[in-house]
C-alpha cells in the first residue's frame, strides 16, 4: 500500500484542496481581508466576553460528551465483541440510525418521549399524582449531553468494536495468567490496548460535538450557544462576515491544535489480528451483564425511535395509516412535489455516490498518512469536520464560480459535501486496523512476488475490511440524513429525504406533520435496508474476516 | 549466481551496513552469522529489494538488480515472525506466491509443498489456530512453494523450543539439498548455521569478518572477532607466551586453539606445556570440559575421558599445547 | 473509484440544461412552492423555461446572492421579505423594473421607488390560536400584545427565538414597532413581563407549532404563527370540518406583516426574460395560486382568493411596523438584547 503509485495517492489532497483548503482560504480571505489587507478593528469584537464564553462552553459541552459517550459505550462495546447474543447485529444497526435522523426529527421524537406532555411525564403524573413536577429537560444541558450520546453512541461503538473484534486476547490471557482481573485488567491492559481505538472515536466525538449545531438551537434552546452557532448567527443573520470568519478561523486553529495533539498521542500498535469467534453468553452473571447493557441500548436507542414510528401510525382515531398513503398524492399539484419514491431514489443515489466516493479517498487518505513523515497530514482530513458548515457553503459561493468549475448551483456539490464530510469517519474507521497490520505481512507478500497493487488487494484491502464496514456505513449514513448541504442547493428534482421531511414540516397542517413522521419512519427503512446491503457486501468482499 | 559488492547503508547515525562483499553459488546454502545489531536482517532485506543500499550493487548470474522491484525477483523471504497472513487458511498461505507469480496447476504444487513439510492434511486450517512449529513449516512452504531462485530465512528457528530446533534443522538442511535451493539463512546461533550452512558469514558492526565454510572457520578463524565469537577463546600477545615458555612466538595476537590443548602428566620437551592452575571442570558426555588459569589468562577446552586423569580444581596442572594449533591472528 | 467518477460525470450531464430553449432560473428559498401547471402555462405563452433553484433559507439565499454579485446563481431572485430588503438593497444586487402589472398592487406593499424588488406576496406574523382550549376555559381572547402580561394568560404562550426563526424575528419587530425602544415602557420591559408570565421560547416555528401548541398536542394555547395557518389547518385536514380547529388575533397592533420581494439579479444575461417572469408572478393566474401553495396572500388586488381563505382566513387591519432600514441597522442589538432579556435572564 506504501508503494501505491503517487498521483493515485494525491487524490484525496487534491479532493481535499479543491473543495475544503480553496473555498475556505476565499471566505476567510473575503470576511478578513475584503479589500486586500487586514481589517483588525472588526476583529476585536472577538475577544469580547460573550464570545470567549461561547468558547469556553463549547469546550467544556463537547469534552462532557465525548467523555459521557465513551464511558457509556465501553461496555456495550464490550459486551458485543465478547459474546454473541441474538440480536447483537440489531443493537448495532439501531445505534447507527439514530445517527441518521435529522435533528428536527429527533427533537420531535424526545418531545413525544420526554417533552413536558411526553410518554414520561405521562408516566410521572400517573404516578405520583397529577401535582407532580414534570420532567422539564427543554433547554438545560442535560438534554444536550443526552442528545449528543444519542447521537454519538454508534460512532464510538462502531470504532470500538470494529477494532476490538479483530484483535487477538493474548495480551488479555497473558494478564489473566499473571493475576490481573476486574478494573485491573480494564485500566492496565484493556484499555490501553484499545487506546488507538478510543482515540480514533474520542477524536470524531469531540470535533462532531465541538461543532455542534442542531442540537444546541432545537433542544438546547439557544439558552446555550456553541462556537458553530455563533457563526451562522453572524454569516446568515446578520451577514457579518468579518466576526463569521474571525470566529471560523478561531474554531478551525483550536480544532487543529487538538488534533496535532492526538496526531502525537496516536501510536502505532501492530498487535497480533485475528478473526475470533465470540462465543455464547453462559451462566446467570453473562447473561446478565448483555441483558443489562442491551436493555439500556434499548432505551436509550430504540425508544425515541419507536416513539417516532408509533407517531407516524397514530392519527386521530388510533392506529391509521393514512400518513403514508398521502405521502403520495400531490394534494396541489406544486412544481416541487416529490413522490416518497423519487425522494428515496435521490437519497439512495447520493448515499452512493458518497459512499464509492469516501471509501475510495478515505483508503488513500489513510494510506498517505500512514507513512511516519505524512503524519502532519492528518489532522488535514479532519478539518472538514471542524469548518462551520455556512462558511464552506458561503466559501462554494465566492470560489468556485468559474468554469469549469462553477459549481455553485450544481447537484453535483451534493456528494461532493457529503464527502468532505464523511471522509474523516471513513479515514477514523479505516486507522486503526491499518496501523495494526504489520509491515512484515506486506513484504512477505511483495517477496511473494505481489506487485504493490495486489499488496494493496490481498493484503491490507481484506485486513482492513471491518474498518472498511465501517467506513462505509458511516458515509452512507451520513449522506441519507444530511440536509444542510442538500438544502443549501436544492432543485424539485434532485430532493432528498430529509429535504422533503423538513418540507413538510415546514407547513402548518396535521397532515403535514404526521407525513414528516412517516416520512422519517421511511427514512430509517431505507437506511437499514442500506445496512444489510453494505454488511452483504463485505462479507462476500472479504471471506469470513 | 549472487554477487554482492562494497554495499553500504546508513540509518540515522548508525553505519548499519559497512562496505559488504558477498559472493553466493546456486545451490549453496549460506549463513550470516552474527551478534543482533551486526545488520545481518538489513543485508537480507536489501538483497530481498525492501531496503535500497546506499552504495554497492548487487548482481544475480551478471544482471544488476538495482532497478528490479521487490515482487519481480522471484525471491523467498521467511520471516522471523513468519509474518502468515491471518485472514487465509493455510493452503491459501502456501499458493499466495504461485498464484501471484500466475503458475499453473496451483493446487498441485500447494500440496506437494505441503507435504514436503509434513503438513500433507492440514491445508484447510486456519493459519491462527496452529502451534509455533507449524507456523514455521507453513512459513517455510509459502516461501519455497513459487521455487524462488533464492530463499531467505531470517531467523527461522528463533521462537522455537530447543528439542524441536534440533529435531528441524537436519530436516530443513535436507529439504534444501533436495530441491537443489539456493538459501541465505540469517542467525545469531553458532550451532545452528554450522549444522545447515555450507558457508557461514560471520558479521559483526555492518562488516563480514570472515567467510568461509564452517570446518574453515572452526580451524583458521581470521581475527579475534570470529575466534571469541566461535567460542575458541581469546588471543593473547607474543611476549606473554615468551614469558611463560622458552619459546619465541611473534605476533600481537595469537590464539591457542582449544583443539591443541591437554592436561600433560609432566613437562614434556616435545610440546609447548605451560604451567597452570585447574579451576574448574565439568563433565560433558565423552569428553571432560576444562577451564585452566595460566598467568592471568583462561583457556578452555576439551579433554577426553580416556587421556591423563583429571584432578580436582585447584590443583596446579601442566597445559600442554600443540605448536600446530597456535595460530596467527589478523 | 472509476465508478465513482464515472457516477459523477453522469450525474454532471443529466443535469445540464440542453442550450436550445430559453431558460431563466428562479432563485428562492427553501419554503417557495408554486403549481406545476402555472409554471406550464407560463412556458407555453412565452417559450421560457424556468428552472427554480432552491438555496436554502431566506437569509442564507440573499447571503448567497449578495456573495455571487455581478456572476448570479439565477436570473430572478424571490424571496426578499421586508426584514433583510435592506441589506439586499444596499448591496446592489438587482436591475431595476417596473412592470406594468404594478399597477393592481397597492402602494402600501412598494417599498422601494427605484423598482428594484417587485412585491409578490404577503403575510401577517401573529397570534393563533386553540379555538376549542379557549372554549373550554371559558377564556375571552387577548386583544392586544399587552394583554398577554395579564395573569389569565399566564403560561399559555409559546414564540419562536428571533435569532433563528423568521415569524420569531417578526413577532419581536411587532414588539419593538407597539412598545418603542425610548420611554418608559420599552419592548424589552415587555418581554421582561412575558417572562414573568411564563412565556415559552422554541428555536422555530416547526417545535413551537408542533411541539408545544395544545392543539398538536403541546401544552400551550397560544402560539406565535401565521394568519394564513388557520386556513391550512382547514385545507390539509382529511375532510372539511364545520369550523377551524385554530384561529387567529388580527387585532390591531398585534401583527407583524410580512412582504415578499422579487427582483433581476445584476448580471443576469436574459434581463428579458426575467422580467417577463416578474410580470407573470404578479399576473392573476400566478397571484391566485400563491395562497394554497406558500400560505400566504397574494399582493394583486384582482387576484381571486380560494374559498378556505375566505372562509377562514383574516388580514390584520393595522399591523405593527418597523421601517426595513432601522431593522437592517439594529436587527444585532435588538436580538442581543432579547436573549439576554429572554433567555439569559439578563
Not at chain 1, 489587507?37 to 469546550?59: D, K
Not at chain 1, 442538500?486 to 422533503?500: G, H, M
Not at chain 3, 385545507?235 to 422579487?262: H, L, N, Y
Request: proline share 6%; hydrophobic share 50%.
Amino acid at each position: 500500500m506504501a508503494r501505491l503509485a503517487r498521483p493515485l495517492l494525491l487524490l484525496p489532497l487534491l479532493f481535499l484542496g479543491l473543495f475544503y483548503v480553496w473555498p475556505l482560504l476565499s471566505i476567510l480571505a473575503l470576511g478578513l481581508a475584503p479589500d486586500g489587507t487586514l481589517e483588525t478593528g472588526q476583529l476585536r469584537q472577538l475577544l469580547s466576553p460573550w464570545h470567549l464564553n461561547t468558547l469556553v462552553f463549547t469546550v467544556f459541552q463537547a469534552l462532557l460528551s465525548t467523555v459521557l459517550t465513551i464511558a457509556l459505550v465501553l461496555p456495550a462495546a464490550w459486551v458485543c465483541v465478547r459474546w454473541s447474543f441474538p440480536g447483537r447485529s440489531l443493537l448495532l444497526s439501531l445505534s447507527t440510525l439514530a445517527f441518521v435522523l435529522p435533528t428536527v426529527v429527533v427533537a420531535a421524537a424526545f418531545s413525544a418521549l420526554i417533552g413536558s406532555g411526553g410518554l414520561v411525564n405521562d408516566l410521572l403524573r400517573q404516578t405520583l399524582g397529577p401535582n407532580a413536577a414534570p420532567l422539564r429537560l427543554e433547554g438545560t444541558l442535560a438534554i444536550i449531553l443526552i442528545a449528543h450520546v444519542f447521537y454519538n453512541f454508534a460512532v464510538a461503538l462502531r470504532i470500538i468494536t470494529g477494532f476490538w473484534a479483530n484483535r487477538s486476547t493474548l495480551q488479555e490471557d497473558a494478564a489473566r495468567v499473571l493475576g490481573a482481573q476486574g478494573w485491573r485488567l480494564w485500566w492496565e491492559i484493556r484499555l490501553p490496548l484499545l487506546r488507538p481505538a478510543l482515540l480514533a472515536a474520542a477524536a470524531l466525538i469531540f470535533i462532531f460535538t465541538f461543532t455542534s449545531f442542531g442540537v444546541i438551537i432545537i433542544l438546547g434552546e439557544l439558552r446555550f450557544s456553541t462556537l458553530e452557532v455563533e457563526i451562522y448567527l453572524q454569516a446568515v443573520n446578520l451577514f457579518n462576515l468579518p466576526v463569521a470568519a474571525g470566529l471560523s478561523l478561531l474554531q478551525i486553529s483550536f480544532m487543529l491544535v487538538l488534533m496535532l495533539f492526538y496526531t502525537r498521542l496516536r501510536q502505532r500498535l501492530p498487535l497480533a489480528l485475528r478473526a475470533a469467534q465470540a462465543p455464547r453468553p453462559r451462566g446467570w452473571r453473562q447473561c446478565l451483564a448483555v441483558s443489562a447493557v442491551s436493555g439500556f441500548m434499548l432505551v436509550l436507542l430504540a425508544a425515541p425511535l419507536l416513539a417516532l414510528a408509533l407517531r407516524s401510525l397514530s392519527g386521530a382515531e388510533g392506529l391509521t395509516g393514512a400518513w403514508y398513503a398521502a405521502l403520495s398524492r400531490d394534494v396541489r399539484g406544486s412544481v416541487l412535489f416529490v413522490p416518497p419514491v423519487q425522494a428515496v431514489g435521490n437519497s439512495l443515489f447520493y448515499a452512493f455516490c458518497t459512499t464509492a466516493m469516501a471509501l475510495v479517498l478515505g483508503l488513500l487518505a489513510a494510506s498517505l498518512i500512514q507513512r511516519r513523515s505524512r503524519r502532519w497530514l492528518d489532522p488535514l482530513f479532519m478539518l472538514p469536520l471542524a469548518t462551520s458548515a455556512v462558511t464552506l457553503g458561503f466559501g462554494f459561493i465566492v470560489a468556485l464560480d468559474e468554469p469549469p468549475l462553477d459549481l455553485r448551483a450544481s447537484p453535483v456539490l451534493i456528494p461532493i459535501a457529503h464527502t468532505l464530510v464523511a471522509l474523516p469517519f471513513v479515514v477514523r474507521s479505516i486507522q486503526p486496523s491499518l496501523d495494526a497490520i504489520s509491515p512484515s505481512l506486506r513484504e512477505s507478500a511483495s517477496v511473494l512476488g505481489a506487485t504493490p497493487w495486489q499488496v494493496w488487494r490481498q493484503i491490507d484491502l481484506p485486513l482492513v475490511s471491518r474498518g472498511l464496514l465501517v467506513g462505509a456505513i458511516f458515509a452512507f449514513t451520513i449522506s441519507m440524513g444530511e440536509f444542510g448541504a442538500s438544502l443549501f442547493i436544492a432543485r424539485p428534482a434532485n430532493a432528498t429525504i430529509p429535504v422533503v421531511i423538513y418540507r413538510l414540516l415546514g407547513q402548518p397542517g396535521t397532515m403535514n406533520m404526521g407525513q414528516a413522521m412517516a416520512m422519517s419512519v421511511i427514512l430509517l427503512l431505507t437506511c437499514s435496508l442500506g445496512f444489510i446491503v453494505i454488511e452483504r457486501v463485505q462479507r462476500a468482499g472479504s471471506g469470513a474476516f | 549466481m549472487l554477487q554482492l559488492r562494497h554495499v553500504c547503508k546508513r540509518f540515522g547515525n548508525s553505519q548499519v551496513l559497512d562496505d559488504v562483499s558477498l559472493e553466493v553459488q546456486a545451490g549453496e546454502i549460506v549463513c550470516l552469522l552474527g551478534p543482533s545489531g551486526c545488520g545481518k536482517t538489513t543485508l537480507l532485506r536489501i538483497i530481498a529489494g525492501l531496503e535500497a543500499p546506499d552504495h554497492g550493487e548487487i548482481r544475480l548470474q551478471g544482471v544488476d538488480f538495482e532497478d528490479v522491484a521487490v515482487h519481480e525477483r522471484n525471491f523467498g523471504l521467511m520471516f522471523q515472525d513468519y509474518a502468515l497472513f491471518p485472514h487465509m487458511t493455510v493452503a491459501q498461505n502456501v499458493a499466495f506466491g504461485l498464484r501471484m507469480r500466475r503458475q499453473d496447476s496451483v493446487a498441485q504444487l500447494t500440496s506437494d509443498t505441503l507435504s514436503l513439510v509434513g503438513m500433507k492434511d492440514m491445508g484447510q486450517r486456519d493459519v491462527n489456530s496452529l502451534s509455533g512449529g507449524e507456523q514455521q513449516r507453513v512459513a517455510l512452504a509459502r516461501s519455497l512453494a513459487p521455487r524462488p531462485s533464492l530463499l531467505m530465512l531470517d531467523e527461522p528457528l528463533a521462537s522455537l523450543d530447543a528439542g524441536l530446533r534440533d529435531r528441524l534443522l537436519p530436516e530443513l538442511r535436507q529439504i534444501f539439498v533436495e530441491t537443489g535451493q539456493t538459501v541465505i539463512t540469517v542467525t545469531h546461533d553458532q550451532q545452528e548455521a554450522s549444522a545447515i550452512a555450507d558457508r557461514i558469514a560471520i558479521m559483526n558492526a555492518g562488516r563480514i569478518e570472515q567467510y568461509d565454510t564452517p570446518q574453515a572457520l572452526y580451524a583458521r578463524p581470521r581475527n579475534a572477532f570470529v575466534a571469541e565469537f566461535l567460542g575458541l577463546g581469546s588471543p593473547v600477545r607474543g611476549e606473554w607466551l615468551a614469558a611463560q615458555a622458552a619459546v619465541t612466538f611473534y605476533g600481537e595476537h595469537l590464539l591457542l586453539h582449544p583443539a591443541g590443548m591437554r592436561l600433560a602428566n609432566a613437562a614434556e620437551d616435545s610440546a609447548l606445556v605451560l604451567d597452570g592452575t585447574l579451576v574448574q571442570r565439568s563433565y560433558e558426555g565423552e569428553n571432560w570440559r576444562l577451564t585452566v588459569r595460566v598467568a592471568g589468562e583462561a583457556f578452555r577446552f576439551r579433554h577426553p575421558l580416556d587421556a591423563c586423569p583429571v584432578p580436582e580444581p585447584g590443583t596446579k596442572v601442566w597445559l600442554r599445547i600443540e605448536r600446530d594449533w597456535i595460530l596467527r591472528l589478523e | 473509484m472509476r465508478i465513482a467518477m464515472t457516477l459523477t460525470l453522469l450525474l454532471a450531464l443529466l443535469t445540464s440544461v440542453s442550450a436550445q430553449e430559453t431558460v431563466v432560473t428562479l432563485v428562492t428559498h427553501d419554503s417557495f412552492a408554486i403549481g406545476e401547471d402555472v409554471l406550464a402555462e407560463f412556458t407555453e405563452s412565452t417559450g421560457i423555461q424556468v428552472e427554480i433553484l432552491q438555496s436554502g433559507d431566506a437569509g442564507e439565499m440573499l447571503n448567497k446572492a449578495i456573495l455571487s454579485r455581478g456572476n448570479p446563481l439565477g436570473d430572478v431572485l424571490f424571496g426578499v421579505d421586508n426584514s433583510f430588503l435592506s441589506r439586499a438593497l444596499s448591496n446592489d444586487i438587482f436591475l431595476p423594473y417596473e412592470s406594468p402589472l404594478l399597477e393592481q398592487v397597492p402602494q402600501q406593499f412598494q417599498m422601494d421607488d427605484q423598482f428594484r424588488v417587485t412585491p409578490i406576496d404577503f403575510g401577517d406574523v401573529c397570534l393563533n390560536y386553540d379555538v376549542a382550549w379557549f372554549e373550554q376555559q371559558g377564556l375571552p381572547l387577548p386583544e392586544s400584545l399587552a394583554d398577554l402580561t395579564e395573569p389569565e394568560y399566564r403560561g399559555l404562550l409559546v414564540v419562536e427565538n428571533p435569532a433563528t426563526s423568521s415569524p420569531g424575528l417578526s413577532f419581536m419587530l411587532a414588539t419593538v414597532g407597539v412598545f418603542g425602544t425610548e420611554g418608559q415602557e420599552t419592548w424589552l420591559d415587555f418581554w421582561s413581563q412575558l417572562v414573568e408570565n411564563e412565556v415559552r421560547v422554541v428555536s422555530g416555528w416547526e417545535l413551537a407549532y408542533w411541539g408545544e401548541f395544545s392543539h398538536s398536542g403541546g401544552e400551550y394555547p397560544l402560539v406565535v404563527s401565521y394568519a394564513s395557518s388557520p386556513p391550512a389547518e382547514v385545507f390539509f385536514m382529511e375532510e372539511t370540518p364545520e369550523r377551524a380547529p385554530t384561529g387567529a388575533i388580527v387585532a390591531d397592533q398585534t401583527c407583524f406583516r410580512q412582504i415578499e420581494f422579487a427582483g433581476i439579479l445584476d448580471g443576469s444575461e436574459q434581463v428579458e426574460a426575467a422580467q417577463q417572469l416578474i410580470d407573470f408572478m404578479l399576473d392573476t393566474r400566478f397571484q391566485e395560486d400563491i395562497p394554497l401553495q406558500m400560505f400566504v396572500f397574494p399582493v394583486n388586488q384582482e387576484a381571486v382568493l380560494p374559498d378556505v381563505f375566505v372562509e377562514y382566513a383574516q388580514v390584520a387591519e393595522a399591523p405593527a411596523s418597523v421601517s426595513p432600514e432601522d431593522i437592517d441597522a439594529m436587527r444585532e442589538t435588538w436580538i442581543q438584547a432579547w436573549t439576554e432579556t429572554v433567555l439569559r435572564g439578563g
